[in-house]
């Protein structure tokens, strides 16, 4: 069923959810953490006082990620983000998991989480569209003459 498209070797949780490249967050690409900027990865970093010597990178408390700051480890674009965090358990999930600390752990609790979590959003939005769209259809016959009946 993939005939003739390229599969990427390391696919994301997130690559399932997106309808198209746009909801992707450009930083992590939907991982939800980035290589630690400090130490780029190799969870040390060099002394300043004198840089042949090593220590553990504190930046990233020595996991060699961080969580994304530009989606906070949500994965999504700006927009959905944007959109998304409006709810409130949400917003509460995303609060957490930005602290969290990016050993293998965590990396794999923020793709674990971060999915559920915006699958969840994703049915609560679609739940919302379709009674609204059920409130606009009936109300023309369901909607008191208002005017006449106040001020009795
Ligand atoms: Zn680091
Ligand atoms: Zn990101």
Avoid at 34 to 40: E, G, H, T, Y
Avoid at 105 to 131: C, F, H, L, N, S
Wanted: net charge neutral; glycine share 8%.
């Amino acid at each position: 069923m993939y005939d003739g498209l390229v599969v990427p070797v390391m696919m994301t949780p997130f690559e399932r959810i997106p309808t198209d490249e746009g909801t992707l967050c450009i930083q992590c690409q939907g991982d939800g953490f980035l290589v630690c900027f400090r130490c780029k990865g190799t969870k040390k970093m060099s002394e300043i006082e004198d840089p042949s010597k090593f220590r553990d990178c504190s930046e990233c408390e020595a996991t060699g990620y961080k969580p994304c700051g530009f989606c906070q480890t949500t994965g999504l674009a700006p927009s959905t983000l944007k959109t998304y965090i409006r709810d409130e358990k949400f917003r509460k999930i995303v609060a957490r998991m930005r602290k969290i600390k990016c050993d293998e752990d965590g990396r794999a609790k923020i793709q674990k989480v971060m999915p559920a979590a915006i699958a969840e959003v994703e049915a609560k939005r679609a739940a919302v569209d379709g009674r609204e769209a059920q409130v606009l259809r009936a109300a023309p016959e369901d909607m008191e003459p208002t005017g006449t009946w106040l001020g009795g």
